[in-house]
């Protein structure tokens, strides 16, 4: 095990540095300037404008403002915001722990009643209960995040009052103890709850197949035939066999549900790692979209290699392989 994993990082460290290079060059040959959009209307004079691109490095040439960067980020060090004007690192900090919430929240609810719905509807095969899931996952899989947040806005917000529409806490602060955190809570179920049903209604359909594909299978006969319980059958048995397809779908996406939070944060007002990318994409705040980009890209290779561990303790025919 120790061997595939240090294999494991090993192959992913040039991923990681092409990921980087090509990020790097999409941002730099991308059309407009970030010292203009800091400046805004202000009538600077050109000398002025000059400095700011010599004191930011925009005036070397792209390929050694990539060589400086490659440096930097070996050293543990991602740059200076344009906008924020404080370290990236520690802008990032500040919005990591509201990002890590708000997704371990949705992944966690994705990945419960995915499981759940899908066992269920395998059970019922054919009958209402599986028709009724897989109508409400395909329609749930076919909903944009962004707009399902609208809708639930619209309608538990607005409409019924129930929940708040944005924010994270309440403008005065939360209170002590229990009453903070059911405050808060309302403030996160709404988002979670629309980052959430993409991978919901994925997890389901999966889980419901895999689920099917075992169901017949001559270990399941035996294990009924031999008078065990059928929860014990289908958790025990049925379950575990069909675990790894699951396993898969929801560690590959932990990337893109941390990607994919940009719009949702953007919708609730959610101080996130992604409602900053979304506003560094607007100012055109290089060194901290980058350093988002490349933590995206670090939490796919490490959700990946999870997966596989996971998959291994499982299976330990996989160890053999």
């Not at 309302?186 to 629309?194: E, F, G, K, S, T």
């Not at 898969?248 to 549900?257: A, E, H, K, R």
């Not at 560094?280 to 980009?293: C, E, G, Q």
Request: no cysteine; proline share 6%.
């Amino acid at each position: 095990m120790g061997r595939f994993i240090l294999r494991r990082l090993m192959q992913a460290a040039p991923l990681l540095l092409a990921v980087v290079v090509l990020n790097f060059l999409l941002i730099a040959f991308t059309p407009g300037d970030p010292i203009t959009l800091l400046v805004g209307d202000f009538p600077a004079p050109p000398e002025y404008l000059a400095q700011m691109r010599r004191d930011y490095g925009l005036d070397q040439p792209v390929w050694m403002q990539l060589l400086h960067y490659l440096g930097k980020v070996l050293q543990g060090d991602f740059g200076y915001s344009f906008a924020n004007q404080q370290p990236v690192a520690s802008l990032i900090l500040e919005r990591l722990g509201a990002t890590l919430e708000l997704t371990l929240t949705a992944l966690g609810l994705a990945s419960v009643l995915g499981v759940a719905f899908g066992v269920l509807a395998a059970r019922s095969r054919g009958g209402p209960a599986d028709s009724a899931i897989q109508a409400a996952s395909s329609a749930g899989y076919a909903v944009p995040d962004f707009w399902l947040g609208q809708l639930l806005i619209l309608a538990f917000a607005i409409g019924l009052g129930w929940l708040p529409s944005q924010g994270y806490n309440p403008v005065r602060g939360v209170a002590p103890g229990w009453e903070g955190f059911v405050q808060h809570l309302r403030y996160l179920l709404l988002p979670a709850l629309a980052l959430s049903m993409r991978y919901l209604t994925l997890i389901t359909r999966i889980t419901r197949a895999s689920m099917l594909e075992v169901m017949n299978a001559d270990y399941i006969l035996a294990a009924r035939a031999r008078g065990s319980a059928e929860w014990q059958v289908v958790i025990g048995h049925a379950l575990r066999n069909a675990a790894a397809p699951v396993l898969t779908v929801i560690g590959y996406n932990l990337g893109f549900v941390l990607a994919g939070s940009a719009l949702i944060e953007a919708v609730f007002a959610w101080p996130g790692i992604g409602r900053l990318l979304y506003e560094s994409i607007a100012k055109r705040d290089y060194p901290v979209m980058l350093a988002i980009l490349l933590m995206v890209s670090v939490t796919v290779v490490l959700a990946n290699l999870l997966t596989d561990i996971l998959h291994r303790l499982l299976d330990p025919r996989l160890e053999r392989a």
